[in-house]
């Protein structure tokens, strides 16, 4: 999948028919905006667009009625302020601090959003496919979603430290711009945080076909992929399919024989390509966080952390030795 280097988009309008023409060009025509009463207001909007994900925040300062057509991406808000009811199958009414799914993919929905500010992430299907492995030519996504709130409170946190986590850390962070491998480990968080707060059919428990598979020759297909490929845009199910196995068979095979996950090793020989890098380079010309950032380390701060546990000093150390 081609990353996309990220962009700033903003809008702030009184005007309802300059508002509504911003939304369906946003949307792309999957929206549909009725002001109460046909007054006068203003929409506020800012989004970070990322391709495989979008980040937003609006405000509004009347009660607006909305119609949503079905969208080709998973849609998540949480209330800052003001409430929202949705209507879409079901009805539910949310205020400040809920979190839940706009509607389902296919399913059209209905909202009506008194005055207040709202935060969205609109998430690539594509992106869910590729964390669970259900992807492949010609076929249609696997992932169903059974409910469109999170499954508790404390996974609802989950979601909001997660996006807080990439506002506040990955997108203010000059090197992110550049580095592909970071928005791409970004999508990926953002999925697997979506599947684990929202329920839907992708949990399971390996089978015996599973086990049986799960030998040290899936592990070395695996390894030397992931060894391969590690500068590239891979995740669990790219790793999966190379070594000829299902993603539960894969994960299974790096528990039994590492003691670890596929992607816990991604991360670790990453790790060890960025000591590489560090060995090799010019402090005159190169910094650490650029080259965290080509290896798809999200913060700076906590590959700090990994790299001084792992080697036993900082990197700035071996940058400048």
Request: charged residues 20%; proline residues 6%; glycine residues 6%.
């Amino acid at each position: 999948m081609k990353t996309k280097v990220p962009t700033t988009h903003r809008f702030d309008s009184r005007d309802p028919e300059t508002i509504h023409d911003f939304l369906a060009r946003a949307y792309r025509g999957k929206v549909s905006v009725r002001p109460a009463g046909g007054v006068r207001y203003r929409f506020r909007h800012h989004r970070v667009d990322a391709g495989s994900f979008w980040l937003e925040a609006s405000d509004q300062s009347t009660r607006l009625d909305i119609d949503v057509e079905p969208a080709a991406a998973l849609v998540i808000c949480e209330v800052v302020n003001g409430r929202i009811d949705r209507t879409c199958g079901a009805y539910g009414r949310f205020g400040p601090g809920d979190i839940f799914l706009v509607t389902l993919p296919d399913l059209p929905c209905s909202l009506r959003w008194l005055p207040g500010r709202v935060t969205t992430c609109l998430l690539s299907l594509s992106v869910l496919d590729r964390v669970t492995g259900t992807a492949s030519a010609g076929r249609a996504s696997t992932v169903q979603f059974t409910g469109l709130t999170p499954a508790s409170p404390a996974l609802a946190g989950l979601w909001r430290h997660t996006t807080s986590y990439l506002n506040h850390v990955v997108l203010s962070n000059p090197y992110a711009y550049r580095e592909p491998l970071v928005i791409a480990n970004a999508a990926r968080m953002l999925a697997a945080s979506a599947l684990a707060v929202f329920p839907n059919t992708t949990a399971g428990w390996p089978s015996a076909t599973d086990r049986r598979a799960a030998t040290t020759a899936t592990l070395r297909r695996a390894t030397a992929f992931i060894e391969e490929y590690a500068d590239r845009d891979i995740g669990a199910a790219d790793i999966a399919a190379a070594a000829q196995v299902s993603l539960r068979t894969l994960q299974l095979a790096f528990r039994r024989h590492l003691d670890t996950t596929p992607m816990a090793h991604l991360r670790r020989v990453r790790l060890d390509r960025a000591h590489r890098d560090l060995m090799q380079a010019d402090p005159r010309q190169e910094t650490v966080s650029a080259i965290a950032s080509r290896w798809g380390f999200l913060s700076h701060s906590r590959f700090t952390a990994r790299y001084h546990a792992t080697y036993g000093f900082p990197p700035s150390r071996t940058l400048h030795a």
